[in-house]
């Protein structure tokens, strides 16, 4: 089974704190992704990236950046914390698409409180 | 990428049938169909994907419509367990993995 893991299930942090959530898959996925959920608004894609060192922005990019040095992690970096990035945090990972191939594999999430 | 617009909740009663209807008017000629169901404080799980026609496995069944502007996820006879949040997505096709979330259905199962 695909297994993505992700380093904290719940943070704390402060206004202006830096961040970092890492992801880390042990599937040899190609493109991996960080969304954000919020009650009502369902899931919203952040960034992703097709493969390492390349990246792409979502829908909402503005406030994160992210890093993806090595095919199996991605890190996705809060520069300076705010409260309206207080969230729940979910990495997913998937093939290289190949038609139908495009199922994305989640992990459990991290719960970010920014105080 | 299309935009999908599902029930906000659905209720039901264990042992009974669910359909949830999923509308994506939009739908690219490359788009394929893909439910997720997500429970409380866990990340979404994939649990079918079509692109025509009928498809069915352990979990649900897909029926998509010739026209595919539309496609209902079929849960037979739900228990209590299958109380979760529904995701419809379109795309994947040629848009390199990306896919769009919306809102998702809320299915509350009762005893």
């Known amino acids: 089974d695909v297994k993505v893991t992700q380093s904290s299930r719940y943070l704390v942090k402060r206004t202006g704190e830096k961040v970092f959530l890492e992801c880390v898959q042990d599937?040899?996925?190609?493109?991996m992704f960080w969304y954000r959920q919020d009650p009502g608004l369902g899931l919203r894609l952040i960034y992703f990236s097709y493969d390492v060192k390349m990246k792409e922005k979502g829908d909402i990019p503005e406030g994160y950046s992210v890093s993806r040095e090595k095919k199996e992690r991605f890190s996705l970096i809060l520069e300076s914390a705010s409260t309206n990035q207080t969230s729940m945090y979910l990495c997913?990972?998937?093939?290289?698409?190949?038609?139908?191939?495009?199922?994305?594999?989640f992990g459990p999430g991290t719960r970010l409180t920014v105080l | 990428l299309a935009k999908t617009t599902q029930p906000i909740s659905m209720d039901s009663y264990e042992g009974q049938e669910v359909n949830i209807t999923c509308s994506h008017n939009n739908i690219a000629t490359n788009d394929y169909i893909t439910w997720y169901q997500q429970f409380p404080s866990q990340g979404p799980r994939f649990i079918i994907q079509?692109?025509?026609t009928k498809v069915t496995n352990e979990v649900a069944s897909l029926f998509i419509p010739a026209d595919r502007k539309s496609s209902t996820l079929s849960l037979p006879r739900v228990s209590l367990s299958d109380t979760a949040v529904y995701y419809c997505l379109v795309g994947g096709g040629n848009q390199g993995g990306k896919l769009i979330f919306g809102q998702g259905t809320e299915l509350s199962v009762k005893p």
């Open positions: 997913a990972s998937s093939l290289v698409a190949s038609g139908s191939t495009d199922t994305q594999y």
């Open positions: 079509g692109y025509k």
């Open positions: 599937m040899d996925h190609e493109n």
